[in-house]
């Protein structure tokens, strides 16, 4: 914050300049375009160093204003280029330039509403001819999908291709949005279009990271994924040019490849591979960085854009309020996170606290500002924001953790923190960084919700009084190809059951999954129901009703596995070859409870029709869970852990200088 103060006082100084310069001539100094010119090109020192000595042509005070906002922007200062192009705006209100650039920066710090706004008031000066009515139609499409308004951003889009029939953002948003709404046929011209014809690295980045959530069987994921390394291959071999804003001009990660129930290592360094080919950032280690001398504290930094009401966020407000302050000074870095009370919790926990907008080199900035020995991610893969910062080399010591339990393929990350109880035998071969195996429970210094589960009845899980119902209520793009037979043999196996799962945010998923069950396990479809749960009381209250908990197979339950338990839901579970697959049994492990953890599929359906069936059984593994389960809350093993290896770390780091 302190560099981004510095900067706002040297922009204050450079505006109070122009306004003395205004009537002053030199026909020697460069105009408003030439100054422009430079910092769209990214030659800001040149910019700010004729518009210093601007001593030309009369220039009106609302394009001293402009060229500053543009300056700021390019600086990463959203708050202040917001400021000066919005007063640039309100003294020259017909100018479409500037109604376009205001409503970009309001676009960059993620106020949509505000960003329409102004993009609708600069279709209103724009003639019919203009030439950027496209551009205008396309963003504000843009924000409008944004806002949850998509047939609005539908009409945007489509008449940006009207406008411009090449308009590649447009074609690449409606393939996106026709996807994620179940409409495939609509979203397989514009897709088709972008592959064929874009040279863009940022738009064909994106779309072969368009890749399908939930999937018809294992051979369309086979599929998907030899299409995905074509895609990348080609991406290197055929476009050109640079991404400079990756969280919005990709906007999109390879999260969905982690639930393909495959190792991904090789994947995902071909893909930071591509990556690093048009993103080119600082990746090596500053001199600054190599020299740092010793403190008393070591400065930890924990950047997300999870620090709010998320399972992130619940997680390290333990962590944070657990690590030793005698041994870090601790930083945290909120990337656009709503103001809740998780966030409030975090705030406070926090002794250097920074809510940053959705802009990475704003972002960067104010990391490297803090001058920290160690920078944590706890989620790559999981949100563009932190992929792609992870690029960034803006600390000695970088590792990422299982927020989002993959490899990142990324060699800005030094290690990749896991846990002992979670990693099976040689699982060092699937991940592209040195892995870290910490003891203890996994799960570090995660508190209970504290919430008393709602009452639900079998009637709100979509089934009759007398019947068994085995809930699955996990994430419906976890449910892989693999878990269909282990469906089929529940359902066959009892002719009074029903398996139940939850809707979840995006009802295309739902029905794309419906459609799959309807080929692969059409003689019991009848007896799979899907519902909703509104919030965490209502999530853990259909827990209790039903009669087992299914944990989906390749990629299981992680903080909706310790919920399940927490309300002495009894969950079957099958342990993967992944982190990702092995949560539930470690709980179980750490519960000391042997009964629900199966050693393949069909013992999985075997047990889970035992507990279903048998009374007494369900009641004794409750009792147990109910008991033991104290044991898999507020633990501070892990912390204890995590910091012995932290500072072993950063010390052997500086040994090595």
């Known amino acids: 914050m302190r560099g981004f103060a510095h900067r706002a006082r040297l922009l204050k100084a450079l505006l109070s300049r122009f306004q003395r310069l205004l009537r002053r001539r030199d026909r020697g100094a460069p105009d408003v375009r030439g100054i422009k010119a ?25 394009d001293a204003l402009y060229l500053a906002g543009l300056l700021a922007a390019k600086r990463g200062d959203l708050d202040a280029a917001a400021r000066l192009l919005g007063e640039a705006y309100a003294g020259q209100r017909g100018s479409i330039e500037f109604a376009k650039a205001l409503a970009d920066i309001l676009f960059d710090r993620g106020d949509y509403a505000s960003a329409t706004q102004r993009y609708t008031e600069a279709l209103a000066l724009a003639p019919r001819a203009h030439p950027d009515r496209y551009k205008l139609h396309a963003n504000r499409g843009a924000c409008l999908e944004l806002a949850g308004l998509f047939e609005e951003a539908i009409a945007d889009y489509r008449r940006a291709i009207e406008l411009q029939p090449d308009c590649l953002p447009a074609h690449h948003n409606l393939a996106e949005l026709y996807g994620r709404m179940g409409r495939p046929s609509e979203a397989g011209p514009h897709a088709a279009f972008v592959a064929r014809s874009g040279r863009d690295p940022a738009l064909r980045l994106r779309e072969a990271l368009r890749l399908p959530a939930i999937y018809d069987s294992t051979e369309h994921i086979a599929r ?13 071999s055929s476009c050109c040019g640079s991404i400079e804003r990756p969280e919005t001009q990709v906007n999109a990660t390879a999260l969905y490849l982690s639930y393909h129930g495959l190792p991904n290592a090789e994947l995902l360094k071909r893909l930071s591979q591509a990556v690093r080919k048009f993103y080119r950032v600082p990746c090596e280690r500053t001199p600054a960085m190599r020299t740092r001398r010793a403190r008393s504290r070591l400065r930890i930094g924990f950047v ?6 998320h399972s992130i966020g619940r997680l390290y407000s333990g962590i944070l309020r657990e690590l030793s302050r005698s041994r870090f000074e601790v930083f945290v870095f909120a990337i656009d996170a709503p103001a809740d009370q998780t966030h409030a919790l975090i705030k406070r926990l926090a002794e250097h606290h920074f809510d940053l907008p959705h802009h990475l080199s704003a972002v960067a900035r104010t990391i490297e500002d803090s001058a920290l020995d160690i920078l944590y991610f706890p989620d790559i893969g999981l949100h563009p924001s932190t992929t792609f910062l992870a690029y960034w080399r803006l600390a000695p010591l970088q590792c990422a953790t299982w927020g989002h339990p993959d490899t990142t393929g990324i060699d800005t990350i030094d290690y990749f923190v896991s846990a002992q109880g979670c990693e099976p035998a040689g699982s060092e071969s699937d991940y592209s960084e040195p892995l870290v195996k910490l003891g203890g429970f996994y799960m570090p210094a995660y508190s209970r919700t504290g919430y008393t589960p709602a009452l639900k009845t079998k009637t709100d899980l ?3 009084q007398g019947t068994r119902v085995y809930l699955c209520a996990q994430t419906l793009f976890k449910i892989h190809p693999d878990f269909d037979a282990v469906i089929g043999a529940i359902l066959r196996a009892d002719s009074q059951g029903q398996v139940c799962f939850l809707v979840g945010p995006v009802p295309a998923w739902a ?15 009848d007896r799979i129901s899907f519902v909703s749960a509104a919030n965490t009381v209502d999530f853990l ?3 209790c009703a039903a009669d087992v908990v299914l944990d989906t197979l390749h990629f299981g339950g992680g903080i909706s596995a310790l919920d399940a338990f927490d309300a002495g839901a009894p969950m079957v579970t099958l342990p993967g070859r992944f982190f990702r697959g092995r949560q539930a049994a470690a709980c179980y492990a750490e519960m000391e409870i042997g009964e629900c953890v199966a050693r393949d599929a069909s013992k999985y359906a075997d047990i889970a029709l035992r507990i279903a069936q048998d009374g007494e059984m369900r009641s004794a593994i409750v009792r147990k869970i109910q008991a033991n389960s104290a044991r898999l809350f507020d633990r501070t093993e892990a912390v204890r852990e995590l910091e012995q290896f932290l500072v072993r770390a950063v010390e052997r780091q500086r040994d090595a200088r």
């Open 38 to 62: 430079w910092i769209d090109s990214g030659e800001l020192d040149r910019a700010e160093q004729a518009l210093h000595g601007l001593e030309a042509r009369e220039l009106r005070s609302t």
């Open 224 to 236: 998907t994924r030899s299409a995905f390394v074509q895609a990348l291959e080609e991406i290197e």
């Open 304 to 309: 997300s854009p999870f620090f709010h009401n």
């Open 462 to 464: 979509g089934a009759k």
């Open 511 to 525: 029905e794309q999954l419906k459609a799959r069950f309807r080929e692969t396990l059409l003689d019991v479809y």
């Open 541 to 543: 209250g259909l827990h």
